[in-house]
């Protein structure tokens, strides 16, 4: 067959054909049953791996956000720092831009202040970007919870991957976390984006309510507010 | 009002004579009240300012520590805690009522700098009006908030909207203006100079600062609220652990300790004082850490030597106080009446350990002192910049380290002392340049004088008496202080005068508890040690007050 030297061009009429013909064949042609197609699997070819090539890279190379909110971000420095070294694990260099940054740990309490702030944060991270929740304030408000100003955890702002529970987690614990991010990322696994219960809206666009018309003096139509019904809140 | 020749009214061999104080204030005295700490002086809403100029003035009177607002069922009240930077333990109480339909009180802000905040928060969670008050708008929640929520009518559920605005120059009608000289610059709430969530609404001309606003609130997480929802002899002690969370737990939770146990008569042991002391010590040697390093992180700007030799030697202290309490951050080790529990053992390796780490100190400070003290680089940077001078830093009620840099001697731990200080044999360190360079100074002092309070508590542990190592004395299950039992109590946190005013309505939780935050105070003097410097001292600047966002919003 091909792998058999072919006739001298002068004399071939249809040498691509041939190889084409090879290559379809009745069976796939064995020379392609590499130890490589065997671990990269089927198609479609390439872009399955370059996929999964950059899933890998992503997993092992995140740059963090240096993003400091309460008491937690004291035992993240600590994470950062000698002894934890989370750069041991190919993502211990925080970028101060989000812009240049791909995973936000969040490190403390969320309040209604800051919670508009935190998901403008979030949404100027290019994609694909991920987010660990460290600590019980920002799972669920954590200590906390029953505070008249303070969210109910980061997700109900922001998507998260993986969460950190403790108060404050230890370092070690923290390093877990964002090692199980990184296995999760090489398998090409995140968490969904999907609407949150506080969004950023236009005033213009929320429904008239009481609230509303009486803080149509002081806000702009155009103005970005987050809403915060507190009695849905878990 | 250092320069006074006269002796302040009302001060005797013994003590405070609050008679001659009311002589003093005459008629503006309507009803005297009595305070665990201190006497109230009750005054009309409109005397307000002219009562406290007297008591400045004339009886010497010139730290106002803590203004407490509440709301009563018949009436607002917003209490005026006043001492002395020279005596700690002379204390007064002005009690302001006002009307509970419409309640307007007058404003100290013309007499104390630190009114105009402390006001401002009284205003935005409490809801009482201060007349004449220079800018009174809410400070920690947003501007859009409805309602007041340490208020009685106040539905938690109600919902709320917070806008996302852009902020306005202060000096400027419109700072797109192509005409102006002037430009805004926002400084967080997310950067990585602010030690947390701090925002800076900055006004700037040319490179210098014509303008800044501190705007706080960003974590303010309802730390009053909580600790009027736990009952006194056991909810309460974890929340103090989170108020100054740069590893200072103990030193927190010792504010609450204190106050409680006044408020209940509680007696601690001893053996207990000597373990809060070394405890309460060691963190504070945790916290100055904290602070050089980031200082140094704000100065260089990466996270490069010192950063990490700050972390190290945290990462030394962290290890002790696991052993000691069971917890690197949030101790939760102190107890009404003493510590929750003994020294681990075996005793002696943990003394070793600890000995092991004060007989290192020295050489590591040395390092310190080389890689910072003496880089002209770093003095270039921080001497003469972010001057505070003496009378400014009290006008703003500064205490603690930024307070000891201007020349203030005041230390809670000698002035009014508690625990087991007054036993043992330290300096208070004070600098007098009031720049940033003398406040990492007195931090690192600060450090040595700790380890050799620290060192001799070990000493005093080692050989006390195994028969005698009481860590808790007998407290009741439940404590239901009197009802209207009503005191402030302050004890020297990292930060400063951490105080904490407490009220009791005769259940087992207090009526109203009010934190008094040095860094609160602290940073409200950004103002006046920043204007005309150029942007990077501020920076160094906001670096060297050490201000913990947790314990400024509580
Ligand atoms: S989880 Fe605990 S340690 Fe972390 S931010 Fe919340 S209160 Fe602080």
Redesign the pocket.
């Known amino acids: 067959m091909s792998n058999e030297p072919r006739d001298a061009i002068s004399g071939s009429t249809d040498p691509q054909t041939k190889t084409r013909e090879a290559r379809i064949g009745p069976d796939l042609d064995n020379r392609f049953n590499s130890k490589l197609r065997e671990a990269f699997g089927s198609s479609p070819f390439i872009l399955t791996k370059f996929d999964k090539f950059m899933n890998w890279v992503r997993g092992s190379s995140m740059f963090m956000l240096q993003f400091g909110?309460?008491?937690?971000s004291i035992e993240m420095m600590h994470t950062y720092a000698v002894k934890h070294d989370l750069d041991r694990f190919g993502s211990g260099v925080p970028r101060a831009s989000p812009r240049q940054a791909d995973v936000m740990i969040v490190?403390?309490?969320i309040v209604s202040k800051f919670a508009p702030r935190m998901k403008r944060v979030y949404d100027q991270m290019p994609e694909p970007k991920f987010v660990v929740n460290?600590?019980?304030?920002?799972i669920s408000g954590?200590?906390?919870q029953e505070g008249y100003n303070v969210i109910k955890g980061a997700e109900e702002v922001i998507p998260v991957d993986i969460h950190v529970p403790?108060?404050?987690p230890r370092p070690e614990a923290l390093v877990y976390g964002v090692v199980k991010l990184q296995e999760r990322i090489a398998n090409g696994e995140s968490s969904p984006v999907t609407v949150k219960p506080y969004e950023l809206e236009q005033f213009g666009d929320l429904e008239q309510d009481e609230l509303v018309d009486k803080l149509a003096a002081e806000i702009d139509e155009e103005d970005l507010v987050m809403r915060y019904n507190w009695a849905d809140s878990p | 009002m250092s320069l006074q020749e006269r002796q302040p009214v009302g001060v005797t061999e013994d003590g405070l004579d609050y008679d001659a104080l009311a002589d003093l204030l005459g008629d503006r005295v309507i009803g005297r009240e009595h305070h665990l700490n201190a006497e109230g002086f009750v005054v009309r809403p409109t005397d307000v300012e002219e009562t406290l100029e007297l008591l400045r003035d004339e009886a010497g009177f010139d730290h106002l520590s803590c203004l407490t607002a509440q709301e009563y069922e018949d009436r607002y009240e917003s209490i005026y805690h006043l001492t002395k930077y020279d005596d700690r333990t002379q204390e007064l109480s002005v009690v302001v009522p006002a009307d509970p339909e419409d309640p307007v009180s007058e404003s100290a802000a013309g007499v104390y700098e630190t009114a105009n905040w402390h006001e401002r928060e009284a205003y935005d969670l409490v809801g009482v009006d201060y007349d004449d008050h220079p800018d009174l708008r809410r400070i920690l929640l947003p501007e859009t908030w409805q309602g007041h929520p340490l208020a009685n009518d106040y539905h938690q559920d109600r919902p709320q909207l917070v806008p996302f605005q852009e902020h306005k120059n202060p000096l400027e009608d419109d700072h797109h203006d192509a005409e102006s000289d002037t430009m805004f610059l926002n400084i967080g709430p997310h950067h990585p100079a602010t030690h947390g969530v701090l925002h800076l609404k900055t006004t700037l001309d040319g490179e210098q600062v014509a303008d800044v606003d501190p705007d706080i609130g960003y974590l303010h997480r309802c730390e009053e609220q909580m600790a009027q929802q736990g009952t006194y002899r056991h909810q309460i002690m974890p929340y103090p652990d989170?108020w100054d969370?740069a590893s200072a737990g103990l030193l927190n939770e010792w504010a609450y300790a204190r106050v409680a146990e006044d408020l209940n008569d509680i007696e601690v042991p001893e053996y207990a004082q000597v373990i809060r002391t070394m405890g309460a010590e060691l963190c504070r040697i945790a916290a100055h850490m904290l602070a050089v390093g980031t200082f140094a992180l704000d100065i260089y700007g990466d996270f490069t030597a010192i950063f990490m030799y700050a972390m190290r030697d945290r990462e030394k202290v962290q290890n002790i106080l696991e052993d000691l309490t069971g917890q690197r951050?949030?101790f939760n080790y102190f107890r009404l009446g003493g510590v929750v529990w003994d020294l681990p053992e075996p005793r002696e390796e943990f003394f070793e350990q600890t000995r092991d780490f004060l007989d290192d100190l020295p050489e590591t400070l040395e390092e310190y002192h080389d890689l910072i003290t003496n880089n002209e680089i770093f003095q270039k940077r921080v001497i003469d910049t972010g001057v505070l001078d003496p009378e400014d830093a009290k006008s703003y009620g500064c205490t603690g380290p930024v307070a000891r840099a201007s020349g203030i001697d005041y230390d809670l731990r000698r002035d009014d002392p508690y625990g087991y200080y007054d036993e043992l044999d330290w300096d208070v360190i004070t600098e007098n340049g009031g720049d940033n360079y003398s406040r990492f100074l007195v931090r690192m002092q600060e450090v040595e004088q700790s380890a050799r309070i620290i060192e001799q508590c070990v000493d005093l542990l080692e050989d006390w008496p195994e028969d005698e190592r009481t860590i808790q004395s007998n407290v009741p299950r439940t404590l239901k202080p009197e009802p209207d039992t009503e005191t402030y109590r302050a004890v020297e946190g990292a930060k400063g005068e951490l105080g904490i005013y407490v009220r009791s309505d005769g259940t087992d939780k207090p009526g109203r508890f009010k934190i008094r935050s040095p860094c609160f105070s602290n940073l409200s003097a950004l103002e006046s040690m920043s204007e005309g410097e150029y942007v990077p001292d501020l920076v160094a600047t906001l670096g060297s007050l050490d201000v913990i966002l947790g314990e400024v919003d509580r």
Do not use: L
């Open positions: 909110i309460a008491c937690c490190p403390g309490t460290m600590g019980s304030c920002a954590g200590p906390f403790g108060c404050p | 989170r969370y951050m949030m």
